[in-house]
């Protein structure tokens, strides 16, 4: 069975940093893409970042990018995302997700999802 567990979620100030783990079982770590989505109260689930399995190529919604860098490490089957300068905007629930088939943007592209973890920040 595939699994996905995230961690390093938590409470932060803004301007602060954290990064988020996703370490996965199964054969997961051999899709073309693994994503980072977020949700909101209230709002729907939205992409967040992606990055190709070399993890030469790494994509980002337009509010992350030069803030927030997705990364993995193959050997450990883990995935990474690091926040930056992090603003009250981005606290949400973090998913780590594999992806399917379909653009990398949208949610139903993704076929296995973690549980989530909390990430709040306070101004």
């Known amino acids: 069975q595939v699994q996905l567990v995230e961690s390093g979620g938590g409470l932060v100030q803004a301007g602060g940093s954290l990064r988020l783990s996703c370490a996965a079982s199964?054969?997961?770590?051999?899709?073309?893409?693994m994503g980072w989505f977020r949700q909101s109260p209230g709002k729907e689930r939205e992409f967040v970042a992606a990055?190709?399995?070399?993890?030469?190529?790494?994509y980002y919604t337009d509010s992350v990018k030069g803030r927030f860098t997705i990364s993995r490490d193959n050997a450990k089957n883990t995935l990474y995302l690091q926040m930056n300068s992090l603003k009250p905007d981005d606290t949400a629930v973090y998913y780590c997700a594999a992806h399917n088939t379909g653009t990398i943007y949208n949610t139903r592209s993704y076929d296995t999802w973690g549980q989530g973890t909390q990430v709040t920040v306070s101004s």
């Open positions: 199964g054969r997961t770590f051999d899709r073309t893409f």
């Open positions: 990055i190709l399995r070399s993890g030469s190529n790494t």
